[in-house]
């Protein structure tokens, strides 16, 4: 089975204050509901190459995980993925500036879930 979620949000906040605060690791447990926690496996800052561990809920379960970032344009788009635990996916968020200074941050989410079970 192939999951495959995308979100869509408008924020009242320019676009380089939402990319900066979302794309920084330090931040998810913030924003993101279901991040428990966040450790840094390697240096900061973010980067091509950047792996950073997360501890989530998902589905009531307790899922840890790594993630790499794979692709990395600030202010713009980044993409980080995880082959490893029992849902390896990959995660992109996009972000574009609009009039007045808003922003446009999509999320998607999208994996094959293998060995989780309820």
Not at 112 to 116: L, M, N, T
């Given at each position: 089975m192939?999951?495959d979620?995308?979100s869509?949000?408008v924020i009242?906040?320019?676009?380089?204050e939402?990319?900066s605060f979302?794309?920084?690791?330090?931040?998810?447990?913030?924003?993101?509901?279901?991040?428990?926690?966040?450790?840094?496996k390697?240096d900061p800052?973010?980067?091509?190459?950047?792996?950073?561990?997360?501890?989530?809920?998902?589905?009531?379960?307790?899922?840890?995980?790594?993630?790499?970032?794979?692709?990395?344009?600030?202010?713009?788009?980044?993409?980080?993925r995880?082959?490893?635990?029992?849902?390896p996916m990959?995660t992109s968020?996009?972000?574009?500036?609009?009039?007045?200074?808003?922003?446009?941050?999509q999320l998607?989410?999208?994996g094959?879930?293998?060995?989780?079970s309820?």
């Open positions: 192939l999951v979620i995308a869509e949000i009242d906040r320019p676009s380089a939402v990319s979302a794309a920084d690791p330090n931040n998810a447990a913030a924003w993101y509901v279901n991040i428990k926690s966040v450790e840094w390697s800052p973010l980067r091509v190459g950047t792996k950073v561990a997360f501890v989530a809920n998902f589905l009531g379960k307790r899922i840890a995980y790594t993630y790499e970032a794979t692709e990395f344009e600030a202010g713009k788009r980044l993409v980080m995880t082959a490893e635990g029992p849902f990959e968020y996009s972000w574009e500036a609009l009039p007045q200074g808003r922003t446009r941050m998607r989410n999208r094959k879930p293998a060995g989780f309820m």
